[in-house]
């Protein structure tokens, strides 16, 4: 089946870390993806990671991903005002063509 | 280097007419895909062009219609707009894996 789920609210303290929590259920997806998207606009591509891979890191930013339990996650070091936003995790299902995406994350960094 | 363009940014429409909607893809991605997101929700596939052929199509019904062209252009096309059809129409530009979105275009129907 088709399935990205994700959890709908996170609420974080400006400088701790957040993580944004995906499961999938394609087993044969090759890539996953993290998307950011702040109000009225599209999707910022933050980080991707490809299947054979356990953990990728980008400056601020951790992915990290167990295929045994389909489960991917983002931490965000040092946390700032500016990460407000929804999160959207992505599979690409089926070998290729079509992104599957959760229903987003809202990310809420108070002061 | 420009991303992914995408025209217009916003379209007002009434009920049972037509809208295209135009994307450019990031330079040297040749495959160009199109999703749907409704307020509050994902987006959701629509289908992918390349090489100018239709290659993949999601749950959607033969009123959404697509064209790529030899620059690796697109358009959609929606006939017969219904009140559901209002959303954020963004078009997705790949090579190899890595997929880069434009801003979209907001459609309201009414």
């Known amino acids: 089946g088709e399935d990205v789920e994700q959890s709908l609210f996170l609420s974080v303290r400006e400088g701790d870390s957040s993580v944004i929590n995906c499961t999938y259920t394609d087993s044969s997806s090759t890539y996953l993806y993290w998307y950011k998207q702040e109000p009225g606009a599209g999707l910022q591509l933050l980080t991707y990671i490809f299947s054979n891979m356990d953990m990728k890191q980008d400056q601020r930013l951790t992915v990290l991903l167990n295929k045994k339990d389909k489960h991917l996650s983002l931490r965000i070091a040092d946390t700032q005002t500016g990460d407000s936003a929804i999160y959207f995790c992505a599979e690409l299902y089926n070998q290729g063509g079509k992104l599957i995406f959760g229903q987003g994350t809202e990310l809420s960094v108070k002061p | 280097d420009a991303g992914v363009t995408q025209s217009p940014t916003h379209l007002i429409k009434t009920r049972g007419q037509q809208v295209t909607l135009r994307c450019s893809p990031k330079?040297?991605?040749?495959?160009v895909s199109w999703y749907q997101q409704a307020l509050g929700q994902g987006p959701q596939f629509i289908f992918q062009?390349?090489?100018?052929?239709?290659?993949q199509r999601g749950n959607f019904p033969d009123r959404f219609s697509g064209h790529q062209f030899p620059n690796y252009s697109s358009e959609l096309n929606v006939n017969a707009l219904l009140l559901g059809d209002s959303a954020l129409y963004l078009c997705?530009?790949?090579?190899?894996?890595?997929?880069?979105f434009g801003s979209g275009t907001r459609l309201t129907v009414v």
């Open positions: 062009y390349y090489e100018e052929e239709e290659r």
């Open positions: 330079s040297g991605h040749d495959t």
């Open positions: 997705a530009s790949s090579l190899t894996g890595s997929y880069t």
